[in-house]
């Protein structure tokens, strides 16, 4: 038989029996398929007759289905052992996946026939289509088929559009004008960081919904830290998810009063790593100062002056 040709494959297989199993049931399974007859044909017989094979049926022999399925390791040939082919054909045959005539004496054969084959094949083709021997008709039915497919697509494709702009309008209602001003200005900041200058509505949806995790304030100050860091101008939303997570309210509220009034320098935005390690250290002083009778300053000027502490 000629390996020309396509069958039906269903995705309805990832819950079956057979994908639950080593992978060589499925295999052997797949390899059957591909095997068996899409046309009824004879095999001429040493007495003049001629033996009959069906569509959905393929005459083999349990070492012939082993070789069939071999594969390679590198540069070695890996082959099942008959034995282990044999079991897994009778599994088939409890499962009622396929059935199997076996001719005895001097007429030893394997005759296969897959019990839904009809299933595996393409849709039935009209009696106005005309079938060729590479199989036109079956190439234009798919071509119907694939083109009815982009059409689906396509308006599934409109409808999660439509969806996503009315649920970023949903998202956007939430915020005061001034804020959304900002978070404008923001998208085109994000939109920068894009090679074609262009950012997909998924992509507004996911920056709307992490938002949406966090107080206004929060938000306000990740926007305008990032924004107003020119070595980062390059960098994506996460780098402003980053700030969002890592800021407490507390911090937000305290810094976002200097950046709206633009008294806070961009050297010190979003430094609340600097914050922490300056109270550590003060607090250390603090404790020096305690254990030396009040004397530390005069032994470490530098950092009083760096803590702005007074002295």
Avoid: C
Avoid at 3 to 18: A, K, P, T
Avoid at 247 to 265: F, H, I, V, Y
Avoid at 288 to 296: C, M, R, T, Y
């Amino acid at each position: 038989m000629a390996v020309n040709g396509y069958i039906r494959d269903h995705r309805r297989e990832l819950q079956s029996d057979i994908w639950a199993m080593p992978p060589l049931y499925h295999r052997l399974w797949q390899y059957l398929k591909y095997k068996v007859n899409y046309e009824d044909g004879e095999i001429p017989k040493t007495d003049g007759g001629v033996f009959l094979i069906k569509k959905g049926q393929h005459l083999t022999s349990v070492r012939g289905l082993a070789q069939g399925i071999s594969w390679y390791e590198g540069v070695q040939k890996k082959e099942p052992n008959p034995k282990t082919i044999a079991s897994i054909l009778e599994w088939m045959v409890k499962r009622d996946m396929i059935t199997i005539e076996r001719g005895k004496g001097n007429r030893e054969y394997t005759l296969i026939t897959l019990v839904n084959w009809g299933n595996y094949q393409p849709q039935a083709v009209t009696d106005n289509s005309e079938v060729t021997h590479d199989g036109e008709a079956r190439e234009q039915q798919a071509d119907i088929k694939n083109k009815e497919l982009r059409r689906i697509n396509k308006e599934l494709i409109k409808k999660d559009i439509k969806d996503s702009s009315a649920e970023i309008n949903n998202f956007r209602s939430r915020y005061f004008p001034d804020l959304i001003k900002i978070i404008d200005e923001y998208l085109d900041f994000v939109r920068e960081t894009r090679k074609g200058k262009n950012i997909s509505d998924s992509i507004i949806l996911k920056i709307m919904k992490y938002f949406d995790k966090y107080t206004l304030e929060r938000v306000e100050y990740a926007i305008r830290t990032h924004m107003g860091l020119p070595e980062k101008s390059s960098a994506k939303e996460e780098y402003t998810f980053a700030i969002v997570k890592n800021t407490t309210d507390e911090e937000a509220n305290r810094k976002l009063t200097a950046l709206r009034n633009g008294t806070q320098s961009n050297d010190k935005i979003g430094n609340s790593r600097f914050d922490q390690n300056k109270s550590l250290l003060q607090r250390e002083m603090e404790e020096l100062q305690n254990e030396q009778g009040g004397h530390a300053q005069g032994t470490y000027p530098d950092l009083h002056g760096l803590l702005n502490i007074p002295t």
